[in-house]
Nanobody, 115 residues
């Protein structure tokens, strides 16, 4: 089993940048796809970006061209660089780490973008 822990959230003005990190511990030798998801108040949790163990990525349409997901397998860390932030990006951001047998969610980190 793996356990992700997020960091890097905060308050930023519209147009600004933040970098989120997800550090994964546990059975990391089995670590597969890692994804960032977000949940805004009153809304369902949605996919933001994912990266496979091989480095393939996929993004939500709303963040394409603004967000970049990267992975450091040596450090078992997945980062999400968020540029040109908008107020609608405000949400709790969660990291989801998966192995072939299971997946785990982190506790989440708050991102607030002021207009």
């Amino acid at each position: 089993q793996v356990q992700p822990v997020e960091s890097g959230g905060g308050l930023v003005q519209a147009g600004g940048s933040l970098r989120l990190s997800c550090e994964v511990s546990g059975s990391t030798f089995r670590l597969g796809t890692v994804g960032w998801y977000r949940q805004a108040p009153g809304k369902q949790r949605e996919l933001v970006a994912v990266i496979t163990s091989g480095g393939s990525t996929n993004y939500a349409e709303s963040v394409k061209g603004r967000f970049t997901i990267t992975r450091d397998n040596a450090k078992n860390t997945v980062s999400l660089q968020m540029n040109s932030l908008k107020p609608e990006d405000t949400a709790v951001y969660y990291c989801r780490a998966a192995t072939s047998a299971s997946f785990s969610w982190g506790q989440g980190t708050q991102v607030t973008v002021s207009s």
